[in-house]
C-alpha cells in the first residue's frame, strides 16, 4: 500500500528534524526538494540539472554533467536516510529512500513487526531434513544450500560496502578508545559511561574498517594507550577517541574527539544525545556514535578514505601532520589553490570553507610582508569563515578559523572569548595551544602565551619547528636573548622570513653587530626592500606597540632603512 500524500509530508518533516539531519542544510534542502516535487507530480522533473538550479543556485548555463555536488550530496543523502532509519526512525510506518542512479525517491508503507536481519536468522536444520526427506530431499537440500551461499555472498558484500579505505601504510587504522570520562560522582552516570564506552567498541569492531584497541581508561589509563601505540608499526596511522560524559536521569550528553595519538591534533570532534539515562540508551547512543566515526559518510572516511584517493583534489585535504600551522609559502598557495578547486565543485563543503579562511589568513599576512595589499585575501579568509558557519558550524575547525579570522581582523575581544571557550572544550590539542600562544605574544601577553607553546610542545611527540619561532619572540620580548636565539635555533629549518627577522632584532639588542649584519643580509634576499614596509608587516600582525618599537629600533641598529611613520 502506498502512503497518502499527508503520511509523506509527516515523514518528511520528522527526518527533518533529526540529528542525523538537523545540522545539514544542504541534505535537507535536497531531500525536501525532490520529495515535495514528487508528491506535487512533478517527479519527472527531477534532474541533475534542476536540482543544481533549485538546491544549490546554480547558474542556467551550469555545466552539471561535470558538477560533481548532486551527485556526493545525493550519495551522502541515501547513507543519511539509512542511519536515520536504522537509529531513530526505526518505529517510522512510512520510509522515504531514493534508489542509486536516480533522484526521484520512492516511498513505501512498512510492517513495523520486526524482520530478520542476517545476524538473527534463526534455522531447524532438522525440521526441514525431517519434512523433505526421500527422493526429494537432494535437489531441496541443494536448493537450499545455495540460498545460504548466496546470503553468505551478500552479507559479505556488506560488510566490505561498509569498510573505509586503508590507511597509507596500507593497514587498516588503529583507533585506540579510552573510557569515557564522567562528569561528577553519579553512580547511574558512571555505569552508562561505562556500557557506552563498551558498546561504543563493539559497535566499530562490528564495522570492521579500522582496528579496536580499547577501551581503556582515562587518566592513569593514557600510559596503557601508550604501550599500545608502541606495539604498532611506526607507519600506522593511529588515532585516539576520546569522550566525556554528562547529565543525569532526563537526559544525558556525549562529547567526543578524534586525535592524532602522536601528535595530539583533534582532526574530529562531536557531540550527541540521548534522552534518559536508560542502559538501553546507552546502547543506542554508541550506536550513533559508531556510525558518525566509521559509516560512509563519517569522520574515519573523511580523515582516511578521501585523502587516499589519487587525485589531485583530494590530496589536498589535510591529513593529521596537515592541521597544523603552514608556515611555507609555497605550500600555503598550493594548498589554497586546491581547497578553492573542491569548494568550486562543492560549494556545500564546510570543513574545506574553514581550512580555507585558515589559508586565506596566512596568506594576507604573507601578502604584508611583502609590501603588498593583504586585505583581499582578510576579506576572503572573512568570508569564508562565514561560509564555514554556515555549513559545518560544530566542526572544530569552523571555530578555528573564527578565532583566526577574528584576530587577523583585530577584533581582540572576539578572539578572547573563543580562545577561552576552545581551550575548555579542547585542551588536548598542542597545536590550538601554539597558536593561541602565538597570538598572545605579539599581544605583547609574553608569559601567557610562552606558558601555552611550551606546554604544547611538550604534549608533542615530534614538534613542529614552527612551533619555536613563537617563543623566540616571547623571549625576545623577555629580554632573555640568549634563550630567543636557543629557540631561533630550533625553528631554523622552517622555510619562512621570520627566521632571519627575529635573529637580526636579536643579535642587535644584545650588540652584536656583525652577526645582526648577517642576518639582515637573509632577511633581505627573501623580502627585498623590507625596511619599507615594516610598520605594515608588523602591524598587520597585530605586534603590540611597544614590542613593535623595540623590534624597529633594533632593525635599525643592524643597518636596515626604515623611514618614519
Given at each position: 500500500?502506498?502512503?497518502?500524500?499527508?503520511?509523506?509530508?509527516?515523514?518528511?518533516?520528522?527526518?527533518?528534524?533529526?540529528?542525523?539531519?538537523?545540522?545539514?542544510?544542504?541534505?535537507?534542502?535536497?531531500?525536501?526538494?525532490?520529495?515535495?516535487?514528487?508528491?506535487?507530480?512533478?517527479?519527472?522533473?527531477?534532474?541533475s540539472?534542476?536540482?543544481?538550479?533549485?538546491?544549490?543556485?546554480?547558474?542556467?548555463?551550469?555545466?552539471?554533467?561535470?558538477?560533481?555536488?548532486?551527485?556526493?550530496?545525493?550519495?551522502?543523502?541515501?547513507?543519511?536516510?539509512?542511519?536515520?532509519?536504522?537509529?531513530?526512525?526505526?518505529?517510522?510506518?512510512?520510509?522515504i529512500?531514493?534508489?542509486?542512479?536516480r533522484?526521484?525517491?520512492?516511498?513505501?508503507?512498512?510492517?513495523?513487526?520486526p524482520?530478520?536481519?542476517?545476524?538473527?536468522?534463526?534455522?531447524?536444520?532438522?525440521?526441514?531434513?525431517?519434512?523433505?526427506?526421500?527422493?526429494?530431499?537432494?535437489?531441496?537440500?541443494?536448493g537450499?544450500?545455495?540460498?545460504?551461499?548466496?546470503?553468505?555472498?551478500?552479507?559479505v558484500?556488506?560488510?566490505?560496502?561498509?569498510?573505509?579505505?586503508?590507511?597509507?601504510?596500507?593497514q587498516?587504522?588503529a583507533?585506540?578508545?579510552?573510557?569515557?570520562?564522567?562528569?561528577?560522582?553519579?553512580?547511574?552516570l558512571?555505569?552508562?559511561?561505562?556500557l557506552?564506552?563498551?558498546?561504543?567498541?563493539?559497535?566499530?569492531?562490528?564495522?570492521?574498517?579500522?582496528?579496536?584497541?580499547?577501551?581503556?581508561n582515562?587518566?592513569?589509563?593514557?600510559?596503557?594507550?601508550?604501550?599500545?601505540?608502541?606495539?604498532?608499526?611506526?607507519?600506522?596511522t593511529?588515532?585516539?577517541?576520546?569522550?566525556?560524559?554528562?547529565g543525569?536521569?532526563?537526559?544525558?550528553?556525549?562529547?567526543?574527539?578524534l586525535?592524532?595519538?602522536?601528535?595530539?591534533?583533534?582532526?574530529?570532534?562531536?557531540?550527541?544525545?540521548?534522552?534518559?539515562?536508560?542502559?538501553q540508551?546507552?546502547?543506542?547512543?554508541?550506536?550513533?556514535?559508531?556510525?558518525?566515526?566509521?559509516?560512509?559518510?563519517?569522520?574515519?572516511?573523511?580523515?582516511?578514505?578521501r585523502?587516499?584517493?589519487?587525485?589531485?583534489?583530494?590530496?589536498?585535504?589535510?591529513?593529521?601532520?596537515?592541521l597544523?600551522?603552514?608556515?611555507?609559502?609555497?605550500?600555503?598557495?598550493k594548498?589554497?589553490?586546491?581547497?578553492?578547486?573542491?569548494?568550486?565543485d562543492?560549494?556545500?563543503?564546510?570543513?574545506?570553507?574553514?581550512?580555507?579562511?585558515q589559508?586565506?589568513?596566512?596568506?594576507?599576512?604573507?601578502?604584508?610582508?611583502?609590501?603588498?595589499?593583504?586585505?583581499?585575501?582578510?576579506?576572503?579568509?572573512?568570508?569564508?569563515?562565514?561560509?564555514?558557519?554556515?555549513?559545518?558550524?560544530?566542526?572544530?575547525?569552523?571555530?578555528?578559523?573564527l578565532?583566526?579570522?577574528a584576530?587577523?581582523?583585530?577584533?581582540?575581544?572576539?578572539?578572547?572569548?573563543?580562545s577561552?571557550?576552545?581551550?575548555?572544550?579542547?585542551?588536548?590539542?598542542?597545536?590550538?595551544?601554539?597558536?593561541?600562544?602565538?597570538?598572545?605574544?605579539?599581544?605583547?601577553?609574553?608569559?601567557?602565551?610562552?606558558?601555552?607553546?611550551?606546554?604544547?610542545?611538550?604534549?608533542?611527540?615530534?614538534?613542529?619547528?614552527?612551533?619555536?619561532?613563537s617563543?623566540?619572540?616571547a623571549?625576545?620580548?623577555?629580554?632573555?636573548?640568549?634563550?630567543?636565539?636557543?629557540?631561533?635555533?630550533?625553528?631554523?629549518?622552517?622555510?619562512?622570513?621570520?627566521?632571519?627577522?627575529?635573529?637580526?632584532?636579536?643579535?642587535?639588542?644584545?650588540?652584536?653587530s656583525?652577526?645582526?649584519?648577517?642576518?639582515?643580509?637573509?632577511?633581505l634576499?627573501?623580502?627585498p626592500?623590507?625596511?619599507?614596509?615594516?610598520?605594515?608587516?608588523?602591524?598587520?600582525?597585530?605586534?603590540?606597540?611597544?614590542?613593535?618599537?623595540?623590534?624597529i629600533?633594533?632593525?635599525?641598529?643592524?643597518?636596515?632603512?626604515?623611514?618614519?611613520q
Amino acid at each position: 500500500m502506498s502512503p497518502s500524500r499527508e503520511q509523506i509530508v509527516e515523514a518528511l518533516e520528522r527526518i527533518q528534524t533529526s540529528d542525523a539531519f538537523r545540522q545539514s542544510e544542504r541534505l535537507r534542502g535536497f531531500l525536501s526538494y525532490i520529495v515535495m516535487e514528487t508528491v506535487e507530480g512533478r517527479g519527472d522533473r527531477i534532474k541533475s540539472y534542476s536540482v543544481g538550479l533549485e538546491v544549490f543556485g546554480r547558474k542556467q548555463d551550469a555545466d552539471m554533467a561535470s558538477d560533481a555536488i548532486v551527485r556526493t550530496t545525493a550519495i551522502r543523502l541515501r547513507d543519511a536516510l539509512d542511519r536515520y532509519y536504522r537509529l531513530e526512525g526505526q518505529a517510522d510506518a512510512v520510509v522515504i529512500t531514493l534508489p542509486k542512479g536516480r533522484y526521484v525517491p520512492e516511498f513505501v508503507c512498512r510492517n513495523l513487526v520486526p524482520a530478520a536481519s542476517p545476524h538473527s536468522i534463526s534455522i531447524n536444520f532438522t525440521s526441514i531434513y525431517h519434512r523433505w526427506r526421500g527422493p526429494r530431499a537432494i535437489p531441496v537440500m541443494l536448493g537450499f544450500l545455495l540460498m545460504l551461499l548466496l546470503i553468505g555472498a551478500a552479507a559479505v558484500i556488506y560488510a566490505l560496502s561498509r569498510q573505509a579505505p586503508v590507511s597509507r601504510s596500507g593497514q587498516l587504522p588503529a583507533i585506540v578508545v579510552s573510557q569515557s570520562d564522567v562528569a561528577g560522582d553519579d553512580s547511574g552516570l558512571k555505569a552508562f559511561g561505562t556500557l557506552f564506552s563498551n558498546q561504543l567498541a563493539e559497535d566499530m569492531v562490528s564495522v570492521g574498517a579500522a582496528r579496536i584497541v580499547g577501551p581503556l581508561n582515562s587518566g592513569p589509563g593514557q600510559d596503557a594507550v601508550a604501550r599500545q601505540i608502541d606495539t604498532l608499526g611506526a607507519n600506522d596511522t593511529i588515532i585516539s577517541l576520546d569522550s566525556s560524559i554528562s547529565g543525569g536521569s532526563d537526559g544525558v550528553s556525549v562529547h567526543w574527539r578524534l586525535a592524532d595519538a602522536r601528535s595530539g591534533v583533534i582532526l574530529w570532534a562531536g557531540d550527541d544525545n540521548s534522552v534518559g539515562a536508560m542502559p538501553q540508551n546507552a546502547t543506542s547512543l554508541a550506536e550513533l556514535v559508531a556510525f558518525k566515526i566509521m559509516g560512509m559518510d563519517g569522520a574515519l572516511p573523511i580523515l582516511l578514505g578521501r585523502l587516499d584517493q589519487s587525485d589531485e583534489t583530494a590530496a589536498c585535504i589535510p591529513n593529521s601532520q596537515r592541521l597544523i600551522v603552514v608556515y611555507a609559502d609555497d605550500l600555503q598557495v598550493k594548498l589554497r589553490d586546491c581547497l578553492e578547486q573542491i569548494v568550486r565543485d562543492d560549494p556545500g563543503q564546510g570543513e574545506a570553507w574553514a581550512l580555507l579562511s585558515q589559508l586565506y589568513t596566512f596568506g594576507s599576512e604573507t601578502e604584508f610582508s611583502f609590501g603588498r595589499d593583504g586585505d583581499v585575501l582578510r576579506q576572503k579568509a572573512s568570508d569564508a569563515a562565514q561560509k564555514a558557519l554556515d555549513f559545518d558550524p560544530q566542526s572544530f575547525l569552523t571555530q578555528q578559523a573564527l578565532l583566526m579570522d577574528a584576530f587577523a581582523r583585530g577584533d581582540i575581544k572576539s578572539f578572547d572569548a573563543t580562545s577561552l571557550d576552545m581551550l575548555k572544550k579542547y585542551p588536548g590539542d598542542p597545536n590550538l595551544k601554539v597558536r593561541i600562544g602565538a597570538r598572545l605574544i605579539r599581544l605583547g601577553r609574553f608569559e601567557q602565551g610562552r606558558q601555552l607553546v611550551e606546554g604544547a610542545i611538550r604534549a608533542k611527540e615530534t614538534p613542529n619547528p614552527g612551533d619555536y619561532l613563537s617563543l623566540v619572540l616571547a623571549l625576545y620580548g623577555q629580554k632573555d636573548y640568549a634563550g630567543a636565539l636557543d629557540m631561533a635555533a630550533r625553528g631554523e629549518s622552517v622555510s619562512t622570513y621570520l627566521v632571519p627577522l627575529l635573529r637580526t632584532v636579536t643579535f642587535s639588542a644584545m650588540g652584536r653587530s656583525e652577526e645582526a649584519k648577517a642576518q639582515l643580509e637573509k632577511l633581505l634576499a627573501l623580502r627585498p626592500d623590507y625596511g619599507n614596509f615594516v610598520y605594515r608587516d608588523l602591524l598587520a600582525r597585530h605586534v603590540e606597540p611597544t614590542l613593535l618599537g623595540r623590534m624597529i629600533e633594533d632593525l635599525r641598529r643592524a643597518g636596515l632603512v626604515v623611514p618614519d611613520q
